[in-house]
């Protein structure tokens, strides 16, 4: 069964610290990886996308890093911001059509000031 | 959420009772889903459609079904609302072509409740 695990379930920084969030997942055969940021109440939007070619992409102060091999990604935040307080999703597809998604259950991250 | 709205925005329901939710989408995107989520659980998707008319199933489909008339709308319909069917329900567009691969646009969501 594809599976997207993520840690740690939540994470409280202070404004102005980096931090790194992780994802590791069972899908095959993988296409892509997406990370999403989710505001409370709201849609998840999307950050980055990395397909098997990629190790590495940035979107502002928000960097992504796969790791094929190791189906290891991680997604670093640097100098965090109180806008940056959200659920952040991990989300790996098994196909391009995009119909085989599978989302990990988020990552709750609150910054305070 | 741009280009992608929902309505209603909140519901509350008694068991039983049949809910359709609307999605209503200005992209001119081919493709449409249906999404639910619920704490503890990544979003799962209920129903997909790849054309006017063209809909299929989900992981979890089961209790739900679909409509999809014109580009722009596509309905979700609780026939019998049950109380498991309490969620937040998402839905998502995106074009087609291989390059589009990357990206659902989500709706802002709809707040079910069945008491």
């Known amino acids: 069964k594809n599976q997207v695990e993520q840690s740690p379930q939540s994470l409280i920084i202070l404004e102005g610290k980096n931090c790194t969030l992780q994802?590791?997942?069972?899908?095959?055969?993988?296409?892509?990886l997406r990370w999403y940021k989710q505001d409370t109440g709201r849609g998840p939007v999307s950050l980055t996308i990395?397909?098997?070619?990629?190790n590495t992409k940035s979107n502002g102060r928000y960097t992504a890093t796969l790791d094929a091999d190791t189906k290891q990604s991680s997604l670093h935040i640097t100098a965090s911001q109180l806008s940056d307080s959200a659920s952040y999703i991990c989300v790996v597809s098994a196909d391009f059509g995009n119909e085989k998604l599978t989302f990990g259950t988020g990552t709750r991250l609150t910054i305070i000031p | 959420d741009a280009g992608i709205t929902q309505s209603p925005r909140h519901k509350v329901t008694e068991t039983g009772t049949p809910v359709t939710l609307r999605c209503h989408q200005t992209e001119n995107h081919r493709y449409m889903y249906w999404y639910r989520q619920d704490p503890g659980h990544g979003l799962r998707l209920i129903h997909y459609s790849y054309g006017v008319k063209d809909t299929d199933k989900g992981e979890v489909s089961d209790g739900y079904s679909v409509s999809r008339s014109k580009t722009e709308d596509f309905l979700l319909t609780l026939e019998s609302a049950t109380s498991s069917q309490t969620s937040v329900y998402f839905c998502a567009s995106r074009p087609p072509g291989r390059f589009s691969y990357n990206e659902q646009f989500f709706g802002p969501g709809t707040r079910l409740t069945v008491l």
């Open positions: 994802c590791n997942y069972t899908v095959s055969p993988f296409s892509n």
């Open positions: 990395m397909t098997f070619s990629e």
